[in-house]
């Protein structure tokens, strides 16, 4: 019935994405947690963007349902306690459906793949030879680093969850690749902690394996012009372990609220329930659903692997099987509760209790041999982290090195081109030199010397003056307002590159970095603008010695100090003229810290000396609707663009905002323009029809959401396509 | 009062969903089951019979059992054939047996596209049965063909159960994860008029005569009431029991046309302390109901209590996982058989 539907297709969810949202068991972490899970990863991802709740490609009906907000919808009503199992029953089936975590993971990162549905080996070798190139071309598009592109591969088997792995042998094909590298790149970092494993798996079967192996060689050939890259054995391994531990608990998070909601049941029949004690296991983990039946986890593995061996069979899949095992730790090893214990600790204390004292000898064996399992993986793990250390290997620390080199470089089909460098637009009609700048410009510009109207201008400035850091500087902050995160970054990188006390680019880049939620390079932008800062140098002096940081601290602690820094030199500063700098930096830092309220006052601290600085406004605004409130947000944007009409990103905020606001014309009118605006300010390439200009994915994915909220599908089509002429005619035209 | 032990009869690995009690054997009953809870897995179909035990204690045991590919939640006895029961089954088919026979159905129809939730065998046209799914569907069928005769968008989410009005011929009662209880003529088929924001082509939905906005949240069963026409029953996620008197509505075609909204709650059955999960009226008394409730337990009420006494008369406790499903014996007054997904079905005398 409904269990095999989520093995075996994607369209199990319930035909009303409604349905599925409104049951009680997850109306209380479910709606926010599956559905906002991308938008609220994404908040300090896109901390001066604002965002929009539903994630782009989230059904529409749901991002109706939401937009309803606080309705009085039936089903949300329901006491917390009650509970009805038949709705487990259909949120079993519907768990895979509205779980938008994996939806959402694929939409950040088009090189990842849904998971394959089906698992026969044969039926693998198949798919992965047909999907290979596709691939290849994808990962070319994206500025994406040899390192990635070769893990996909990986990464797409690991993809696959403990649930969906109905067919034996699913692993074998992961398992081949590693012993490939194995021998092409001995001294890799991480190959060894996979070694023992991989050893074991290689043994599994002869014929699966030699199979595989010419079907991954084929591969490989075809993708000839990349060289094999290494693979980063460790990174594709949490990644995945990850990845799967997530996807097996769509089903023992569902048993883990159902047990929530029973938890003040006082009824001792439901401490001795035998289904509680099934959903006991689903959520802990130790069941999974194979085929028609539910499965002890290591009895599952290794039957998947082949019926030989099982110490074997489940010693290949360890890195996979990781994030199960480890789940369980905390069940295994929790202490004894004692009787003033919460009730819950107390269930699963008294049911792993039960487990233990009815088990056969059978389960006994498996439960003993998991444990010591366990206990040899974490010590091979510790002694791997010693040998991690610098007296491990010199050969090692070369190869690191190559591979850093070999990271920063990017393989395409004409060659190999660095990847941190700054790509100029080609054919840029403003390089030729100041003449292309005409009279006609000079006559109604009027503008200052080095303010460009475009990125092309800018790009030209640079390249013709490109050890000029105040044009790389604007160029990067050109690109930010246009909505081009990374190219900002880099051109930002290489303004500091070129002078690394260059404190605006410090503060500009830190900016970059929170839009990219990229948390840590935030704070040590910052950190570095504090430091470089000789206006600053004496206070923070002061203020470091007054406040050491331990050597060890946490990101989180490294960061509240940095705020803790930057506050008291406002604080000693405040009888005297505002710097607004300092405010920003600080602002930021609130910013990442997601202390929006803060954050805002900052903002308009700055604006108070800088009151012409339309940056501060779209910021002020971006603040505002970060934080829940996009109707106050609207005027910042519009002083920003009245202050600079052809600010991309405040044009593209305003949307979002009017989005959020469910002014769905508007906003499709707001981001087109963005859009134009951005298409307008880029090279069409004469010789290849199909490149349209450089527009950024964020602005139609938001135009696509826009449009089926309008119930415009043709528009939305359109946005698929990225159609813009197209879509600008049909829009006009409604 | 010291009562007899109920009849016991257990079906290891079976957790059951529900039972029928034979219209025309006092002594047969239908059990429908599923392996893991209904989760995933097989179904079972169980043929029980009620005979003297040992010591004059009644006796309940296994005449026959049918393996299904998928869980089973509902079942229901023909009412024209003595041998034959249709099932309602997970994957969405539906499937009539005949006892003589054995191993496999002789009937099967697949037309709903989510798990079939119930079934119910008309007693006024006794060639007609009905099912609901989670498909939002009601669908009525008779056995003789291969296609269903007409099918109901009766919700927009899952029907837990549609019953045949025992007093009416063609109408018939709904209710739904959408928290209504709707009341459908079938020969007045019409679609409600789309709204300003319904949209009738891709979700078209029939015209109730009448919706009873029954509960907040989610109502899993409800029942007619043998003697008193349009009194019905309904139990759900709200953990009360609430006895709506639905005289008001308007049957025939143009009631479809204005489509009715109310009802009259008469009382409430307080008491479960989870959600109920089956509510069933006696045949012999009009003021007799039971009812089978997450709460492990299966209870029966009164409607009129006496002055100052209460609804409750009786609580059955025994069960060990949650009671699922209950029915009241057609031939013996105060024979109630509850069962439950610690794969026990007990027989027992109020």
Same mark, same amino acid.
């Given at each position: 019935?409904?269990?095999?539907?989520?093995?075996?297709?994607?369209?199990?969810?319930?035909?009303?994405?409604?349905?599925?949202?409104?049951?009680?068991?997850?109306?209380?972490?479910?709606?926010?947690?599956?559905?906002?899970?991308?938008?609220?990863?994404?908040?300090?991802?896109?901390?001066?963007?604002?965002?929009?709740?539903?994630?782009?490609?989230?059904?529409?009906?749901?991002?109706?349902?939401?937009?309803?907000?606080?309705?009085?919808?039936?089903?949300?009503?329901?006491?917390?306690?009650?509970?009805?199992?038949?709705?487990?029953?259909?949120?079993?089936?519907?768990?895979?459906?509205?779980?938008?975590?994996?939806?959402?993971?694929?939409?950040?990162?088009?090189?990842?793949?849904?998971?394959?549905?089906?698992?026969?080996?044969?039926?693998?070798?198949?798919?992965?030879?047909?999907?290979?190139?596709?691939?290849?071309?994808?990962?070319?598009?994206?500025?994406?680093?040899?390192?990635?592109?070769?893990?996909?591969?990986?990464?797409?088997?690991?993809?696959?969850?403990?649930?969906?792995?109905?067919?034996?042998?699913?692993?074998?094909?992961?398992?081949?690749?590693?012993?490939?590298?194995?021998?092409?790149?001995?001294?890799?970092?991480?190959?060894?902690?996979?070694?023992?494993?991989?050893?074991?798996?290689?043994?599994?079967?002869?014929?699966?394996?030699?199979?595989?192996?010419?079907?991954?060689?084929?591969?490989?050939?075809?993708?000839?012009?990349?060289?094999?890259?290494?693979?980063?054995?460790?990174?594709?391994?949490?990644?995945?372990?990850?990845?799967?531990?997530?996807?097996?608990?769509?089903?023992?998070?569902?048993?883990?609220?159902?047990?929530?909601?029973?938890?003040?049941?006082?009824?001792?029949?439901?401490?001795?329930?035998?289904?509680?004690?099934?959903?006991?296991?689903?959520?802990?983990?130790?069941?999974?659903?194979?085929?028609?039946?539910?499965?002890?986890?290591?009895?599952?593995?290794?039957?998947?692997?082949?019926?030989?061996?099982?110490?074997?069979?489940?010693?290949?899949?360890?890195?996979?099987?990781?994030?199960?095992?480890?789940?369980?730790?905390?069940?295994?090893?929790?202490?004894?509760?004692?009787?003033?214990?919460?009730?819950?600790?107390?269930?699963?204390?008294?049911?792993?209790?039960?487990?233990?004292?009815?088990?056969?000898?059978?389960?006994?064996?498996?439960?003993?041999?998991?444990?010591?399992?366990?206990?040899?993986?974490?010590?091979?793990?510790?002694?791997?982290?010693?040998?991690?250390?610098?007296?491990?290997?010199?050969?090692?620390?070369?190869?690191?090195?190559?591979?850093?080199?070999?990271?920063?470089?990017?393989?395409?089909?004409?060659?190999?081109?660095?990847?941190?460098?700054?790509?100029?637009?080609?054919?840029?009609?403003?390089?030729?030199?100041?003449?292309?700048?005409?009279?006609?410009?000079?006559?109604?510009?009027?503008?200052?010397?080095?303010?460009?109207?475009?990125?092309?201008?800018?790009?030209?400035?640079?390249?013709?003056?490109?050890?000029?850091?105040?044009?790389?500087?604007?160029?990067?902050?050109?690109?930010?307002?246009?909505?081009?995160?990374?190219?900002?970054?880099?051109?930002?990188?290489?303004?500091?590159?070129?002078?690394?006390?260059?404190?605006?680019?410090?503060?500009?880049?830190?900016?970059?970095?929170?839009?990219?939620?990229?948390?840590?390079?935030?704070?040590?932008?910052?950190?570095?603008?504090?430091?470089?800062?000789?206006?600053?140098?004496?206070?923070?002096?002061?203020?470091?010695?007054?406040?050491?940081?331990?050597?060890?601290?946490?990101?989180?602690?490294?960061?509240?100090?940095?705020?803790?820094?930057?506050?008291?030199?406002?604080?000693?500063?405040?009888?005297?003229?505002?710097?607004?700098?300092?405010?920003?930096?600080?602002?930021?830092?609130?910013?990442?810290?997601?202390?929006?309220?803060?954050?805002?006052?900052?903002?308009?601290?700055?604006?108070?000396?800088?009151?012409?600085?339309?940056?501060?406004?779209?910021?002020?605004?971006?603040?505002?609707?970060?934080?829940?409130?996009?109707?106050?947000?609207?005027?910042?944007?519009?002083?920003?663009?009245?202050?600079?009409?052809?600010?991309?990103?405040?044009?593209?905020?305003?949307?979002?905002?009017?989005?959020?606001?469910?002014?769905?014309?508007?906003?499709?009118?707001?981001?087109?323009?963005?859009?134009?605006?951005?298409?307008?300010?880029?090279?069409?390439?004469?010789?290849?029809?199909?490149?349209?200009?450089?527009?950024?994915?964020?602005?139609?994915?938001?135009?696509?959401?826009?449009?089926?909220?309008?119930?415009?599908?043709?528009?939305?089509?359109?946005?698929?396509?990225?159609?813009?002429?197209?879509?600008?005619?049909?829009?006009?035209?409604? | 009062?010291?009562?007899?032990?109920?009849?016991?009869?257990?079906?290891?690995?079976?957790?059951?969903?529900?039972?029928?009690?034979?219209?025309?054997?006092?002594?047969?009953?239908?059990?429908?089951?599923?392996?893991?809870?209904?989760?995933?897995?097989?179904?079972?179909?169980?043929?029980?019979?009620?005979?003297?035990?040992?010591?004059?204690?009644?006796?309940?045991?296994?005449?026959?059992?049918?393996?299904?590919?998928?869980?089973?939640?509902?079942?229901?006895?023909?009412?024209?054939?003595?041998?034959?029961?249709?099932?309602?089954?997970?994957?969405?088919?539906?499937?009539?047996?005949?006892?003589?026979?054995?191993?496999?159905?002789?009937?099967?129809?697949?037309?709903?596209?989510?798990?079939?939730?119930?079934?119910?065998?008309?007693?006024?046209?006794?060639?007609?049965?009905?099912?609901?799914?989670?498909?939002?569907?009601?669908?009525?069928?008779?056995?003789?063909?291969?296609?269903?005769?007409?099918?109901?968008?009766? &919700?927009?989410?899952? %029907?837990?159960?549609?019953?045949? *009005? $025992? /007093?009416?011929? !063609?109408?018939? +009662?709904?209710? @739904?994860? =959408?928290?209504?209880?709707?009341?459908?003529?079938?020969?007045?088929?019409?679609?409600?008029?789309?709204?300003?924001?319904?949209?009738?082509?891709?979700?078209?939905?029939?015209?109730?005569?009448?919706?009873?906005?029954?509960?907040?949240?989610?109502?899993?069963?409800?029942?007619?009431?043998?003697?008193?026409?349009?009194?019905?029953?309904?139990?759900?996620?709200?953990?009360?029991?609430?006895?709506?008197?639905?005289?008001?509505?308007?049957?025939?075609?143009?009631?479809?046309?204005?489509?009715?909204?109310?009802?009259?709650?008469?009382?409430?059955?307080?008491? &479960?302390?989870?959600? %109920?999960?089956?509510?069933?009226? *006696? $045949? /012999?008394?009009? !003021?007799?109901? +039971?009812?089978? @409730?997450? =709460?492990?337990?299966?209870?029966?009420?009164?409607?009129?209590?006496?002055?100052?006494?209460?609804?409750?008369?009786?609580?059955?406790?025994?069960?060990?996982?949650?009671?699922?499903?209950?029915?009241?014996?057609?031939?013996?007054?105060?024979?109630?058989?509850?069962?439950?997904?610690?794969?026990?079905?007990?027989?027992?005398?109020?």
């Amino acid at each position: 019935m409904s269990l095999p539907l989520l093995v075996n297709g994607a369209e199990c969810g319930p035909s009303n994405p409604l349905q599925g949202l409104s049951k009680r068991f997850d109306q209380d972490r479910g709606i926010q947690q599956d559905q906002f899970g991308a938008g609220r990863a994404g908040s300090s991802k896109e901390t001066f963007r604002s965002q929009y709740a539903p994630a782009p490609g989230v059904d529409q009906d749901a991002a109706r349902f939401f937009s309803a907000g606080p309705s009085p919808a039936p089903a949300l009503s329901a006491a917390p306690s009650s509970f009805d199992l038949s709705a487990l029953h259909r949120n079993l089936p519907g768990a895979q459906f509205h779980s938008a975590p994996p939806t959402a993971a694929h939409m950040q990162s088009p090189m990842q793949s849904p998971p394959l549905q089906s698992v026969g080996p044969a039926a693998w070798a198949a798919d992965f030879l047909q999907q290979q190139p596709g691939q290849q071309s994808a990962s070319h598009l994206l500025a994406g680093k040899g390192v990635e592109r070769q893990a996909t591969p990986l990464s797409r088997e690991h993809n696959m969850s403990p649930l969906t792995q109905s067919a034996p042998g699913a692993f074998v094909p992961a398992m081949t690749w590693s012993p490939m590298h194995n021998t092409q790149f001995a001294p890799m970092t991480g190959v060894q902690q996979q070694g023992i494993p991989q050893m074991q798996a290689s043994q599994i079967d002869a014929a699966k394996w030699d199979q595989e192996f010419r079907s991954q060689e084929l591969s490989l050939n075809s993708a000839a012009s990349v060289p094999s890259a290494p693979v980063n054995a460790e990174a594709t391994e949490t990644a995945s372990r990850a990845r799967a531990a997530h996807e097996a608990d769509e089903l023992a998070r569902t048993a883990g609220l159902l047990l929530d909601t029973v938890q003040g049941e006082t009824n001792p029949k439901f401490k001795n329930s035998a289904f509680m004690g099934l959903m006991r296991q689903l959520r802990d983990g130790e069941l999974i659903v194979e085929g028609n039946d539910f499965v002890e986890r290591e009895l599952a593995s290794g039957a998947q692997t082949t019926g030989d061996a099982k110490g074997k069979g489940r010693a290949a899949d360890a890195p996979t099987m990781g994030g199960g095992l480890r789940m369980q730790l905390p069940t295994l090893q929790r202490p004894v509760a004692g009787p003033s214990e919460a009730d819950t600790q107390h269930y699963a204390e008294s049911s792993e209790d039960a487990v233990k004292a009815d088990e056969d000898p059978n389960d006994a064996y498996f439960r003993q041999e998991n444990e010591d399992y366990i206990a040899m993986q974490s010590a091979m793990q510790d002694s791997h982290q010693m040998l991690a250390s610098p007296r491990w290997n010199p050969q090692t620390s070369e190869w690191d090195n190559l591979q850093d080199s070999w990271d920063a470089f990017e393989a395409t089909s004409t060659g190999i081109r660095p990847l941190t460098a700054y790509q100029f637009q080609s054919n840029n009609p403003y390089l030729h030199g100041e003449t292309s700048r005409t009279r006609h410009h000079a006559a109604h510009g009027g503008i200052p010397e080095t303010l460009y109207e475009s990125v092309l201008e800018l790009e030209a400035a640079v390249q013709r003056d490109p050890t000029n850091v105040a044009r790389w500087y604007e160029l990067g902050v050109k690109q930010q307002e246009n909505e081009r995160e990374q190219k900002a970054v880099q051109a930002l990188r290489r303004a500091l590159e070129l002078d690394p006390t260059h404190l605006p680019s410090w503060l500009a880049l830190a900016v970059s970095h929170t839009n990219e939620g990229d948390r840590a390079s935030a704070y040590n932008a910052i950190r570095e603008w504090v430091t470089r800062n000789d206006r600053y140098a004496a206070a923070v002096a002061q203020f470091r010695e007054a406040h050491p940081e331990p050597v060890n601290a946490t990101q989180g602690e490294k960061l509240t100090n940095l705020m803790h820094c930057l506050m008291s030199i406002v604080r000693e500063n405040a009888g005297g003229e505002i710097d607004a700098d300092i405010q920003i930096a600080l602002a930021v830092l609130l910013n990442t810290n997601e202390e929006y309220a803060k954050a805002r006052d900052c903002f308009t601290t700055a604006l108070a000396v800088r009151p012409d600085d339309w940056l501060l406004y779209n910021r002020v605004g971006a603040t505002l609707a970060n934080s829940g409130r996009p109707d106050e947000a609207l005027q910042y944007y519009y002083t920003a663009l009245e202050l600079n009409p052809a600010y991309i990103r405040a044009r593209f905020n305003l949307g979002i905002s009017c989005i959020n606001l469910r002014r769905y014309d508007e906003a499709a009118q707001h981001i087109l323009d963005a859009l134009v605006l951005q298409d307008g300010d880029s090279v069409h390439d004469p010789e290849a029809n199909d490149k349209r200009g450089v527009t950024s994915s964020a602005l139609w994915d938001s135009l696509k959401t826009c449009c089926l909220h309008m119930q415009r599908l043709d528009l939305a089509t359109l946005c698929d396509r990225r159609d813009l002429e197209a879509f600008r005619l049909n829009f006009s035209m409604q | 009062m010291n009562r007899p032990p109920p009849a016991v009869l257990q079906t290891p690995g079976f957790p059951h969903y529900n039972l029928a009690w034979s219209p025309f054997h006092s002594n047969r009953l239908a059990l429908a089951s599923s392996a893991n809870y209904g989760l995933v897995g097989n179904g079972r179909l169980h043929i029980v019979s009620l005979g003297p035990g040992p010591g004059g204690v009644p006796a309940l045991s296994i005449d026959k059992f049918y393996e299904t590919q998928d869980g089973l939640y509902d079942v229901a006895w023909s009412e024209v054939h003595e041998n034959q029961l249709v099932s309602a089954s997970g994957d969405g088919s539906l499937k009539l047996w005949d006892v003589m026979i054995n191993d496999l159905p002789i009937r099967s129809w697949h037309e709903h596209t989510r798990e079939v939730f119930s079934v119910d065998w008309s007693n006024i046209h006794k060639d007609q049965f009905i099912s609901s799914s989670w498909d939002g569907t009601v669908k009525l069928w008779t056995p003789d063909r291969p296609r269903s005769i007409t099918t109901i968008q009766a &919700h927009p989410s899952c %029907v837990y159960q549609a019953l045949f *009005s $025992p /007093h009416q011929p !063609d109408v018939i +009662a709904t209710c @739904s994860t =959408d928290g209504t209880l709707k009341i459908f003529d079938l020969r007045a088929p019409a679609y409600t008029p789309s709204g300003p924001t319904g949209n009738n082509f891709t979700a078209p939905l029939t015209a109730a005569a009448l919706t009873v906005p029954a509960s907040g949240t989610e109502v899993l069963s409800l029942d007619w009431n043998k003697y008193r026409p349009f009194v019905l029953a309904s139990a759900g996620v709200d953990k009360a029991i609430k006895i709506w008197d639905c005289r008001m509505v308007q049957l025939g075609p143009e009631a479809a046309q204005n489509p009715a909204v109310g009802g009259v709650c008469e009382s409430q059955l307080l008491g &479960h302390e989870l959600a %109920v999960r089956k509510v069933q009226w *006696s $045949p /012999h008394r009009a !003021d007799m109901l +039971a009812s089978a @409730s997450y =709460d492990m337990t299966c209870r029966v009420w009164t409607t009129t209590p006496p002055p100052g006494g209460k609804h409750l008369m009786y609580i059955h406790d025994p069960h060990t996982e949650f009671v699922i499903g209950c029915g009241w014996s057609l031939y013996e007054e105060g024979v109630l058989a509850s069962c439950s997904w610690d794969c026990r079905l007990n027989v027992f005398r109020v």
